[in-house]
């Protein structure tokens, strides 16, 4: 059964800083990996969706790599803004499935 | 393009009562619908996977005969919570799934309802 993790689970920086978040995952047979984030109370955004074939997706300030054999992504986020604070969550996908999300990452960027 | 909306997005019912929770594609037709739930500072839970035409298929745990899913049309599910009790309290959220092209299995979600029993 696919298992997905996040580290860390909670993130507080000041505003500017580049930050990395970690997402693994235990089976390798995946069709694509996403992340999203989630602000209180709200549903899923949408940032980055990479194809197992691809290695990495760039929008704006974000870019997300993934390396499917050891089983890790990791979201880039370059020049953290407050609007970036929310809850950001990596899930993977396995042909027809629904997707496995991990935990979350809870991101605090302070003005 | 592929936008998911649900209906309705806060619903407040008493035990023991039924609520039913659409999930509609507003501009494409999918093929699948997904349905998930999140407890308070949890992460999502696939509840079930339905295709249109075909009976939904069930996450291990999950009551199908609680959470009935009805997925009769390639633009809408809906979600059923049988008899709902309090620990059925939660946030549901549907995704949508189409192929075509490069969008392959890539899911839609909607914005998710907010269901409380008391």
């Known amino acids: 059964k696919q298992e997905v993790t996040q580290i860390p689970a909670a993130l507080s920086v000041p505003e500017g800083e580049n930050l990395v978040l970690n997402c693994s995952f235990t089976d390798s047979a995946i069709y694509n990996l996403q992340w999203f984030r989630q602000d209180p109370g709200k549903g899923l955004t949408s940032l980055l969706l990479i194809q197992s074939s691809q290695r990495e997706q760039t929008s704006g300030r974000l870019n997300a790599s993934l390396d499917k054999s050891s089983g890790r992504s990791t979201l880039y986020i370059a020049a953290s803004q407050p609007g970036d604070s929310a809850t950001y969550l990596c899930?993977?996908?396995?042909?027809?499935?629904?997707?496995?999300f991990g935990k979350g990452t809870h991101l605090i960027i302070q003005p | 393009g592929a936008v998911v909306s649900q209906h309705p997005s806060r619903v407040i019912c008493k035990s023991g009562t039924s609520v039913k929770i659409e999930c509609r594609s507003l501009d494409f037709q999918a093929t699948t619908m997904f349905w998930y739930r999140q407890f308070p500072k949890q992460s999502l839970m696939l509840m079930a996977t339905s295709n249109e035409g075909s009976k939904a298929t069930y996450e291990q745990g999950v009551e199908k005969d609680k959470f009935l899913i009805n997925h009769a049309s390639l633009t809408l599910s809906t979600l059923t919570v049988t008899s709902a009790h309090p620990e059925d309290s939660s946030f549901y959220i549907c995704?949508?799934?189409?192929?075509?092209?490069?969008?392959?299995?890539?899911?839609?979600f909607g914005p998710g309802t907010r269901l409380t029993v008391t």
């Open positions: 899930a993977v996908k396995g042909g027809a499935d629904g997707l496995t």
């Open positions: 995704s949508a799934s189409r192929t075509s092209g490069t969008f392959i299995y890539e899911q839609y």
